[in-house]
């Protein structure tokens, strides 16, 4: 942490009642490295030394000032000048997601500067898109600001995807949620046993997996529509010991880290995919499992049946329900001539 209360010509101070001065801000920014028990799957130790220092001044600004901002950026900004942020008890959480195949620097730096904050994942992605950023905003729900922040994000957004839409080569997605506290549960860890397994409740998790077209012809086929018809995602989080980073190659880190799951904790990761859930892994070692809905109704019931059944039983301990207020994902002109949108996860809907 750093406590510079130090005034130079030119300088300027940021961090209201800390006088912090941004070049120092910066400084620490661009040598700040995780610690090998912080993101232990993460090749990329020191997060902001990629970027300008213009750049990093732009996102230590946002994070001192703006304290509804989340963000894996705004999270280390904020350690090292020595800020905390609750949230409050009362809030909604407003977000959007880019998922890119790839990236160059350019890229980045345009989506990080917009207020997107990279959020990638341990190893290759059963999406497709390995590349991920998030902008969050997590905000009373009493606060006046509220209007201003979702319209800044909604901004924000539109520039994202004019940038991914110009950009020759990276194909991806755009996603805006909102979610109350309410529907975000953090439960205590308890290990899965076997009995956990005999009540995963199967009735209410069971749905009919739709693919999404990806073509007018598809869409024409398959009865379903191009725009998506996404209405909500359900996130859960079964807890990983990962070990502290090592300098090894991360393919066999992540292999040895998946290998390390007890039985149990596999059969139920085993049966959450069979219902519908495809599995990540976090670059904390958790491993993550997220299903997308047609319909809002059926999201909540199961994030319901969900929620009870994890604080009776045990292996889950997050279970998220975010409900999608928008998505677009990238049109290409296929070698027909047919114009052709990038494909996204299968769609749960009732039988």
Same mark, same amino acid.
């Given at each position: ?41 993460? @090749? ?234 495809? @599995? ?57 001539? @047919? ?13």
């Amino acid at each position: 942490m750093i406590r510079v209360h130090t005034w130079e010509a030119g300088d300027e101070m940021i961090g209201a009642g800390q006088n912090l001065r941004l070049s120092a801000v910066i400084a620490a920014m661009k040598t700040f490295t995780y610690s090998p028990e912080t993101l232990p799957l993460c @090749e990329e130790r020191q997060p902001f030394a990629q970027f300008s220092d213009e750049l990093c001044g732009e996102i230590a600004r946002e994070a001192l000032a703006v304290p509804e901002r989340r963000g894996r950026l705004t999270d280390v900004t904020r350690q090292i000048t020595g800020q905390r942020v609750a949230d409050p008890p009362d809030h909604t959480t407003f977000e959007a997601h880019v998922g890119l195949t790839t990236v160059d620097p350019g890229l980045v730096s345009g989506l990080v500067a917009l207020g997107f904050e990279p959020h990638d994942f341990a190893g290759p992605q059963p999406t497709g898109y390995h590349h991920n950023f998030t902008q969050q905003f997590v905000v009373d729900g009493s606060r006046a600001g509220r209007s201003r922040l979702v319209a800044l994000l909604e901004e924000r957004t539109d520039r994202a995807r004019e940038l991914v839409d110009s950009h020759p080569e990276a194909l991806g997605f755009i996603e805006s949620e909102v979610y109350r506290g309410d529907y975000a549960r953090h439960l205590p860890a308890r290990p899965p046993t076997s009995e956990t397994l005999d009540h995963v409740p199967h009735q209410a998790l069971t749905f009919r997996k739709v693919t999404v077209p990806t073509t007018a012809q598809e869409a024409l086929r398959s009865g379903v529509s191009l725009d998506c018809g996404r209405a909500a995602d359900i996130h859960l989080k079964i807890p990983g010991r990962a070990g502290p980073w090592s300098p090894g190659p991360l393919e066999q880190r992540i292999a040895q880290h998946a290998r390390s799951r007890n039985p149990v904790e596999l059969r139920l990761g085993e049966i959450l995919g069979e219902l519908g859930y495809y @599995e990540q892994i976090s670059q904390s070692g958790n491993f993550l499992y997220t299903a997308h809905f047609a319909d809002l109704g059926d999201a909540n019931r199961s994030f319901t049946a969900l929620t009870e059944f994890a604080s009776r039983y045990g292996g889950i301990t997050e279970v998220i329900r975010e409900a999608c207020t928008g998505f677009w994902r990238k049109s290409v002109a296929g070698e027909s001539g @047919e114009t052709r949108f990038c494909p996204v996860p299968t769609l749960l809907v009732r039988p």
